[in-house]
């Protein structure tokens, strides 16, 4: 069962802009992840953050969680090139076992 | 850094064979899973393990086995395979923990083709 969804589904900006990417998810939870793909390759984690936080920062990224609202957003600040990717959050399925992903957000940043 | 290896980057394979896809993690960890991706549909679990010789069904076991005889390998066989699994397998690892608070480390990935 899909628990995370990411929105928008693509993004396209220039170097040096913010981007914004969504995750909605559906059942309490006790942490959310948010993990990077590059083409082709595997995923690496980026940053996780508990339920009882608000705000989470890690060098350029920034994630909140509104767990009344049941969302998350993730924020990469003053983007180069290089973040080029797919963004996905994870949270536990609905047995509090395993890791769920939504479908990702692309993200291009254009030179 | 916990290194996760999966024998091969790309692979092709005629329907019918049987397939085997390896994962070997570094780090000691409890947990191993195997995930496919497709366009689309995001990362869907195919089995998963939390110790030696256990194996769990996750969201879409059909058509795949897998083994885990040593801690540090987990493997996907695909009995025979079909044009329908084509797809993009990775395998991740995780220390044990089971609150969902430990993260998940991904191999590079194997890109399965079935012709």
């Known amino acids: 069962s899909q628990q995370g969804e990411e929105d928008p589904q693509a993004l396209s900006i220039q170097e040096g802009e913010n981007a914004t990417m969504n995750c909605s998810y559906k059942t309490s939870i006790n942490n959310l992840q948010w993990y990077r793909q590059n083409s082709g390759r595997g995923l690496v984690h980026l940053i996780l953050i508990r339920s009882n936080e608000r705000e989470k920062h890690s060098g350029r990224l920034r994630v909140t969680l509104d767990t009344s609202k049941k969302s998350s957003s993730l924020l990469i600040t003053a983007s180069r090139a290089a973040d080029t990717a797919s963004y996905f959050c994870?949270?536990?399925?609905?047995?509090?076992?395993?890791?769920?992903f939504g479908p990702g957000t692309r993200l291009s940043v254009l030179p | 850094d916990v290194k996760v290896t999966q024998s091969s980057r790309y692979l092709v394979k005629r329907t019918g064979e049987k397939v085997f896809l390896e994962c070997v993690q570094d780090m000691d960890h409890e947990n191993m899973f195997w995930y496919r991706q497709d366009p689309g549909l995001g990362l869907r679990l195919i089995y998963f393990s939390y110790d030696v010789k256990m194996k769990e069904k996750g969201d879409i076991p059909e058509g795949y086995s897998v083994s885990r005889e040593k801690k540090e390998r987990f493997s996907l066989i695909l009995e025979s395979a079909s044009t329908n699994q084509t797809s993009m397998y990775l395998c991740a690892s995780s220390l044990e923990g089971g609150a969902g608070n430990e993260k998940l480390f991904f191999g590079s990935g194997t890109q399965l083709s079935v012709l």
């Open positions: 994870a949270t536990l399925d609905n047995y509090g076992q395993n890791f769920v």
